[in-house]
């Protein structure tokens, strides 16, 4: 009888591991999507600083170039963490740099500047503007049929991780995110630039379905 009782008491205990793994799954995924978010803007933060530094004439071109930190009397002024150096989402870690161009990052500019009320955000400093007019004039140009559709596979991301010009970075992470980014829904879409920042709420809410954050935000 003392069997049967401990077998009844596993039975009910594993239907009930059951029942709450989905639940404990999307929290581990929205915990490291939150991860993922902090570290990029963290990287957005340090390519901010080192254009500013070399007053627009260079971009890193290579997460190290940010690590090294920048030059301050004899020693280097760190603008990143180690850690921030590293995705959270992706299997083998690296950030996928996005380069200065309309083609990288209009379709981000574009979600932004839809998520904004219909104006895109100025740069956070007048240093990032010759890079931010680029793709400014597109989007000028630019029809909503020539924006990627949000459920695209995208097949063809641009996977380069180093030895490239880059004003943000982005994960290598495909699929439905649990957290909306400017209104976007996939992780490989969320760009993270010192580009286009400054809008007028949160950038990133819980999507539908899923369980609110209660006091953790990121804002600008």
Same mark, same amino acid.
């Given at each position: 009888m003392t069997l049967l009782a401990v077998m009844a008491v596993m039975t009910v205990f594993?239907?009930?591991? %059951?029942?709450?793994?989905? =639940?404990?799954q999307q929290e581990i995924q929205r915990e490291k999507e939150l991860e993922s978010i902090r570290r990029g803007e963290e990287v957005a933060e340090a390519i901010r600083q080192y254009v500013e530094f070399y007053r627009g004439s260079r971009l890193p071109s290579s997460m190290d170039d940010l690590l090294e930190g920048l030059p301050q009397g004899t020693k280097k002024r760190q603008i990143l963490r180690a850690s921030a150096a590293i995705d959270p989402l992706s299997e083998d870690g690296r950030w996928r740099l996005i380069k200065a161009d309309a083609t990288s990052l209009g379709p981000f500019a574009k979600r932004v500047q839809a998520y904004n009320g219909g104006t895109l955000p100025s740069n956070s400093s007048p240093t990032l503007d010759r890079y931010g007019i680029v793709v400014v004039s597109a989007l000028n140009t630019e029809t909503d049929d020539e924006v990627e559709s949000e459920d695209d596979d995208d %097949? =063809? %991301?641009? %996977?380069? +991780?180093?030895n490239t010009p880059f004003i943000g970075v982005a994960s290598q992470s495909k699929g439905k995110s649990i957290i909306s980014y400017y209104g976007i829904e996939s992780r490989s879409k969320w760009v993270f630039t010192p580009l286009f920042r400054g809008t007028s709420g949160n950038r990133f809410?819980?999507?539908?379905? +899923?369980?609110?954050?209660?006091?953790t935000r990121i804002t600008r």
């Open positions: 594993a239907i009930g591991l %059951l029942a709450v793994a989905p =639940s404990i %097949l =063809s %991301l641009d %996977l380069m +991780t180093e809410v819980p999507n539908r379905g +899923t369980r609110p954050f209660g006091n």
